[in-house]
């Protein structure tokens, strides 16, 4: 067999963000209204894993065992979103792309090659639950390192569904079983597809927040309810606080998969 293009990385991080989610109190997203008052309220969302420092903290600790890396980052949409949410007008890739971007990273840096590409993915909050489907999506998909950062599904249906149905894809997947707890913010049913991580994922890195009025209290399982590989940890830290470089859950996370990641 062949190896892959020089240029490919030996790690690709994907990290999906969750709603469109603010630092700063005075920039508030108008879509953080409950999409039973606001539905598909999605237009906000944007890429704010990368900006954050999320994605290269945890590629810093990939790196640090002498990989290569590359990260891509994804708004918690179907589509593309073209918004301000960075600050700038700017275009924040979606599902449909990432699909896209993963077979050509699959097709080209992955199967048929004698020094595979690996993949770690990352979700926060919705991106959680974008970043499940896509597991879900391609059950044979190897996956080395999956982290959730405190995912919850609270409205993703009626924040989602009707880009599906738009784009022809009402049929995808069964909206009334990817959130049982859809009208809670709080807790999470062991079923959400968020809590279930497929076989083809080695490890999975959950990370549960205590912030009162956002997070996941559901501790993750394998779609036979064991729980191999699976590492669920809970920091009295914010939903938001969560993702911050030197935050105590990313320091977990990225010692973890510094560990993990070791030749």
């Known amino acids: 067999m062949p190896l892959r293009p020089a240029s490919s990385p030996d790690f690709y991080i994907l990290g999906v963000s969750g709603k469109c989610l603010r630092d700063d109190l005075g920039r508030l997203c108008q879509n953080l209204i409950p999409s039973g008052v606001q539905a ?6 944007y890429d704010y ?3 954050r420092g999320t994605l290269d903290a945890i590629a810093g600790a990939v790196r640090k065992n002498g990989w ?7 708004a918690a949409s179907l589509t593309d979103r073209v918004n301000t949410g960075t600050g700038q007008l700017a275009t924040h890739p979606g599902f449909l792309t990432l699909a896209a971007d993963l077979r050509v990273i699959v097709n080209r840096d992955i199967v048929g090659v004698r020094n595979p590409s690996r993949l770690i993915l990352v979700g926060h909050s919705h991106g959680t639950v974008w970043s499940h489907l896509l597991t879900a999506l391609n059950p044979g998909l190897p996956v080395e390192i999956q982290v959730d950062f405190d995912g919850v599904c609270a409205y993703w249906q ?3 569904q009707g880009d599906f149905e738009a784009a022809g894809l009402g049929t995808l997947i069964d909206f009334e079983r990817v959130c049982r707890t859809r009208d809670s913010a709080l807790g999470g049913d062991p079923n959400d597809l968020q809590n279930v991580v497929y076989g083809a994922v ?5 990370v549960h927040s205590r912030d009162p009025l956002l997070l996941d209290l559901t501790n993750n399982a ?4 064991s729980h191999a590989g ?3 940890a809970d920091f009295a830290e914010s939903h938001s606080g969560v993702t911050q470089p030197g935050s105590a859950a ?3 996370v990225t010692q973890s998969v510094e560990n993990l990641t070791r030749r």
Do not use: E, V
């Not at 598909?40 to 969302?45: D, G, R, V």
């Not at 394998?222 to 309810?225: F, Q, S, T, V, Y």
């Open 250 to 252: 990313l320091t977990w």
């Open 49 to 51: 894993l990368s900006g």
């Open 222 to 225: 394998r779609p036979d309810g």
């Open 202 to 206: 080695r490890t999975n890195l959950d």
């Open 40 to 45: 598909l309220n999605t237009a906000n969302n």
């Open 68 to 74: 290569t890396t590359r990260t891509l980052g994804y």
């Open 158 to 160: 009626s924040d989602n």
């Open 230 to 232: 699976i590492y669920s």
